[in-house]
């Protein structure tokens, strides 16, 4: 050997030696925890920029209280979850392509985007991935029938958002009202919400009028309020988004529409709604996944009242649904992670199908499709600019206050 | 027939606001040959700034409006002026490009200055009507309307009857010519580009008094002037404003009659049938496709 390559190789072998000693450092000082990677891709730009931000607080809200409590061990360490997150741009098909850089980086085990659109891409990406997700933010029961068999959706059923106010307003509103009117945006997860709320207000006796569709994410639902101005009815339920939410309240107004009651999916839980309208947002019925009057607890967050004040004071705002689905997605998989007492896809995929909890989320519990079935919706109003939970009567603050114009 | 009319009211006062977002991009279009991707941005942008106006000091939108006005009218000119004109003599992609890119800085800076929750500007008479006949009218969205007309009689009167205004219309249809005449061509187009972002910005506070309105909203306002633009024909400073108007009718009709999937469907098909009988648009000018630019 030459003198030049024994100078070669005997820098190569310092180096090496070098590096050996400067990452055993911190595997020394590690060698008892168990960093658990999780992937998330969430729309943090885009138009669902707003609902993605408070994902993504949810998601960091869980990492933070199950990283400060947790004492379980996974093979003898202790586990600490870091959740990386990707933005999707609010488009599926970089909410698909995201969770596969994911599976190249060895990330196996995902939280969801928002949006059923998003989510559904990313269902099926999951399956061929064979790694396992927990969705937060795709309710549209289309995902769900597709035999898929390895992503669980802790939200109630999109088939639930409208029924569930259905059932509140038959059972709440004296004098009970006689028609309702569906009114609708025409994406895949408005129109599950509607077809359900339709078969409910049937079965309640209900005259059903409409539905009538509008195009998704608009902002002049006119002619949909037109089709059913002449029929005058009782309640206008909407499916709808923020957008298409807050126009239908404002062009009734415009278009001297006043039914008894209002009642929307999605936009009234959000903050934005009633600071948006203002007084025309007074007496709004929504239905919520989540509100702070929920049952239950869990060993890291406690209870929904708990959750409420802890977010509050780390976020600076009250929490919302969103955020609390977020988290709630979160601690089902660090519950089913400890279950299972693996970080291996399979091994999860298989406790999250038997995982059947309590939390400050209410319960979380999967049917055969991956849906959570079992935690029912809740339906609020907005009463003096603030939220309130008004049915089911266990978890209602206040009553409900009806009609919507006396 | 009350419905229909009520519809058609709707329509045309829908296509009012259509045609106020579309007036600036048109005449820029029309001018320097820029299709301005940045455009629904600087409509945002309009709207930001009038809401601010509004929560700092109350202000009335219509007031904010001339606000929101002003600013733009700088930002425009600036962008223009130090960035856009250094490309100016570029193909149309790099002119595309440019935009984009300032579209997303503008779209990701509103992001990060005033986030993503949605916003609107109240008012005491912001869902206010009135009874005519039997039809409703829209008291925020009439005004809205006439703001438009307003704008586009005064834009013709400007370029038609000032010599800032004949300057411009000079610069666009003959470059060459126009520096000849001692038209400095780099401070006109710049002047071109202040006022249609001041037009933005005036279309912008309108938007967030009647909707709603986020960063993420540009895109749509963007496509939107640039369908009204072709539909009414560039060239033609009444083109926004047709074209607007027909697209508004078109949707609300559609809407009306059809399921409301279809209604973005069938306003591209009117613009298709359109562009295959008029290829310059409603009233377009031909001579414009032909113009020299040196």
């Given at each position: 050997?030459?003198?030049?390559?024994k100078?070669?190789a005997?820098?190569i072998a310092?180096?090496?030696?070098?590096?050996?000693?400067?990452?055993?450092?911190?595997?020394?000082?590690?060698?008892?925890?168990?960093t658990?990677?999780?992937?998330a891709?969430?729309p943090?730009?885009?138009?669902?920029?707003?609902e993605g931000?408070?994902?993504?607080?949810g998601?960091?809200f869980?990492?933070e209280?199950?990283n400060?409590?947790?004492?379980?061990?996974?093979?003898?360490?202790?586990k600490?979850?870091?959740?990386?997150y990707?933005?999707?741009?609010?488009?599926?098909?970089?909410?698909?392509?995201?969770?596969s850089?994911?599976?190249?980086?060895?990330?196996?085990?995902?939280?969801?985007?928002?949006?059923?659109?998003n989510?559904n891409?990313?269902?099926?990406?999951?399956?061929i991935?064979?790694?396992?997700?927990?969705?937060s933010?795709?309710?549209d029961?289309?995902?769900?029938?597709?035999?898929?068999?390895?992503?669980?959706?802790?939200m109630?059923?999109?088939?639930e958002?409208?029924?569930s106010?259905?059932k509140?307003?038959?059972?709440?509103?004296?004098?009970?009202?006689?028609?309702?009117a569906?009114?609708?945006?025409d994406?895949?997860?408005?129109k599950?919400?509607?077809?359900?709320g339709?078969?409910?207000?049937?079965?309640?006796?209900?005259?059903?009028?409409?539905?009538?569709?509008?195009?998704?994410?608009?902002?002049d639902v006119s002619?949909?309020?037109?089709?059913?101005?002449?029929?005058?009815p009782?309640v206008?339920l909407?499916?709808?988004h923020?957008v298409?939410?807050?126009a239908?309240?404002?062009?009734?107004k415009?278009?001297?529409?006043?039914?008894?009651?209002?009642?929307?999916t999605?936009?009234?839980p959000?903050?934005d709604f009633?600071?948006?309208?203002?007084?025309?947002?007074?007496?709004?019925?929504?239905?919520?996944?989540w509100?702070?009057?929920?049952k239950?607890?869990?060993?890291?967050?406690g209870?929904?009242?708990?959750?409420a004040?802890e977010?509050k004071?780390?976020?600076?705002?009250?929490?919302?649904?969103?955020?609390?689905?977020?988290s709630?997605?979160c601690l089902?998989?660090?519950?089913?992670?400890?279950k299972a007492?693996?970080i291996?896809?399979d091994?999860?995929?298989?406790a999250?199908s038997?995982?059947?909890?309590l939390?400050?989320?209410?319960?979380?519990k999967?049917?055969?499709?991956?849906?959570n079935?079992?935690k029912p919706?809740s339906?609020?109003?907005?009463?003096?600019?603030?939220i309130?939970?008004?049915w089911?009567?266990r978890?209602?603050e206040?009553?409900?206050?009806w009609?919507?114009?006396? | 027939?009350?419905t229909?009319?009520?519809?058609?009211?709707?329509?045309l006062l829908q296509?009012?606001?259509?045609?106020?977002?579309?007036?600036g991009?048109?005449?820029v279009?029309g001018?320097?040959?820029?299709?301005?991707?940045?455009?629904?941005?600087?409509?945002i942008?309009g709207?930001?700034?009038?809401?601010?106006?509004q929560?700092w000091?109350?202000?009335d939108?219509f007031?904010?409006?001339?606000v929101?006005?002003a600013?733009l009218f700088?930002?425009?000119?600036?962008?223009q002026?130090f960035?856009i004109?250094?490309?100016?003599n570029?193909?149309?992609?790099?002119?595309?490009?440019l935009?984009?890119?300032?579209?997303m800085?503008?779209?990701?800076?509103?992001?990060?200055?005033f986030?993503?929750?949605?916003?609107?500007?109240?008012?005491s008479?912001?869902?206010?009507?009135?009874?005519?006949?039997?039809?409703?009218?829209?008291?925020?969205?009439?005004?809205a309307?006439?703001?438009?007309?307003?704008?586009?009689f005064?834009l013709?009167?400007?370029?038609?009857r000032?010599?800032?205004g004949?300057s411009?219309?000079?610069?666009?249809?003959?470059r060459?010519?126009?520096?000849?005449?001692?038209?400095?061509?780099?401070?006109?187009?710049a002047?071109?580009?202040?006022?249609s972002?001041?037009?933005?910005?005036?279309a912008g506070?309108?938007?967030a008094?009647i909707?709603?309105?986020d960063?993420?909203?540009?895109?749509?306002?963007?496509?939107?002037a640039?369908?009204v633009?072709?539909?009414?024909?560039?060239?033609?400073?009444y083109?926004a404003?047709?074209?607007?108007l027909m697209?508004?009718?078109?949707e609300?009709?559609?809407?009306?009659?059809?399921?409301g999937t279809w209604?973005n469907?069938?306003a591209?098909?009117?613009?298709?049938?359109?562009?295959?009988?008029?290829?310059n648009g409603?009233?377009?000018?031909?001579?414009?496709?032909?113009?020299?630019?040196?």
């Amino acid at each position: 050997m030459s003198k030049k390559r024994k100078s070669i190789a005997a820098t190569i072998a310092a180096s090496s030696l070098l590096m050996v000693g400067v990452y055993s450092i911190p595997a020394a000082s590690a060698a008892d925890v168990l960093t658990i990677t999780i992937g998330a891709s969430v729309p943090l730009t885009g138009s669902l920029a707003k609902e993605g931000l408070l994902t993504k607080e949810g998601y960091q809200f869980c990492q933070e209280k199950v990283n400060a409590l947790s004492t379980s061990t996974i093979n003898g360490k202790k586990k600490q979850i870091e959740i990386v997150y990707q933005d999707d741009t609010s488009k599926p098909d970089i909410a698909a392509q995201n969770l596969s850089k994911f599976n190249d980086k060895g990330i196996k085990l995902i939280l969801s985007s928002y949006g059923s659109a998003n989510v559904n891409a990313q269902a099926a990406v999951v399956e061929i991935n064979k790694q396992t997700m927990v969705d937060s933010g795709g309710a549209d029961d289309a995902i769900f029938n597709k035999g898929y068999t390895r992503t669980f959706n802790v939200m109630s059923p999109a088939s639930e958002y409208a029924s569930s106010m259905v059932k509140a307003i038959a059972e709440l509103a004296k004098p009970k009202p006689v028609s309702i009117a569906f009114l609708s945006a025409d994406d895949g997860f408005s129109k599950t919400v509607t077809a359900g709320g339709i078969k409910t207000a049937k079965s309640l006796g209900f005259t059903v009028i409409g539905p009538e569709y509008f195009p998704n994410a608009t902002s002049d639902v006119s002619a949909a309020l037109n089709k059913i101005k002449a029929s005058k009815p009782d309640v206008i339920l909407g499916s709808v988004h923020f957008v298409e939410g807050v126009a239908l309240i404002k062009q009734s107004k415009e278009l001297g529409i006043v039914p008894k009651s209002f009642a929307e999916t999605v936009a009234p839980p959000i903050l934005d709604f009633a600071t948006t309208l203002g007084a025309l947002a007074e007496n709004v019925l929504g239905s919520s996944q989540w509100t702070s009057t929920a049952k239950g607890q869990d060993r890291y967050f406690g209870n929904a009242k708990n959750y409420a004040a802890e977010f509050k004071a780390k976020f600076g705002h009250e929490a919302t649904y969103h955020n609390a689905e977020a988290s709630a997605a979160c601690l089902a998989m660090v519950y089913s992670i400890e279950k299972a007492k693996s970080i291996d896809a399979d091994k999860v995929r298989s406790a999250l199908s038997t995982l059947d909890m309590l939390s400050f989320y209410g319960k979380i519990k999967f049917d055969s499709t991956g849906q959570n079935t079992y935690k029912p919706m809740s339906v609020i109003q907005i009463q003096k600019g603030k939220i309130v939970t008004v049915w089911p009567r266990r978890d209602a603050e206040a009553k409900m206050l009806w009609p919507y114009v006396k | 027939m009350d419905t229909f009319l009520q519809v058609t009211a709707y329509g045309l006062l829908q296509g009012g606001l259509l045609a106020l977002v579309a007036v600036g991009f048109s005449l820029v279009w029309g001018i320097m040959n820029i299709v301005n991707l940045s455009h629904g941005a600087f409509v945002i942008l309009g709207a930001y700034i009038a809401w601010e106006m509004q929560s700092w000091i109350g202000l009335d939108p219509f007031l904010g409006m001339f606000v929101s006005a002003a600013v733009l009218f700088f930002v425009g000119y600036f962008f223009q002026r130090f960035l856009i004109n250094l490309i100016v003599n570029g193909p149309v992609f790099i002119t595309l490009l440019l935009t984009f890119g300032i579209n997303m800085i503008l779209i990701q800076g509103m992001n990060l200055l005033f986030t993503a929750d949605f916003r609107s500007i109240q008012t005491s008479y912001g869902s206010n009507s009135f009874e005519f006949g039997n039809v409703r009218i829209p008291l925020v969205r009439l005004l809205a309307f006439l703001l438009a007309i307003v704008i586009t009689f005064a834009l013709v009167a400007f370029v038609k009857r000032t010599r800032t205004g004949i300057s411009i219309m000079a610069t666009g249809m003959d470059r060459g010519a126009a520096r000849l005449m001692g038209i400095q061509a780099r401070h006109v187009y710049a002047l071109t580009f202040g006022i249609s972002a001041a037009l933005a910005g005036m279309a912008g506070t309108m938007i967030a008094t009647i909707e709603t309105f986020d960063p993420s909203k540009a895109g749509k306002f963007t496509l939107m002037a640039f369908v009204v633009a072709v539909l009414g024909g560039l060239g033609n400073m009444y083109g926004a404003l047709v074209g607007g108007l027909m697209i508004g009718l078109v949707e609300s009709w559609a809407g009306q009659y059809l399921s409301g999937t279809w209604v973005n469907a069938i306003a591209f098909l009117v613009l298709i049938i359109v562009l295959i009988f008029r290829p310059n648009g409603l009233v377009g000018k031909a001579f414009y496709a032909a113009r020299v630019e040196f």
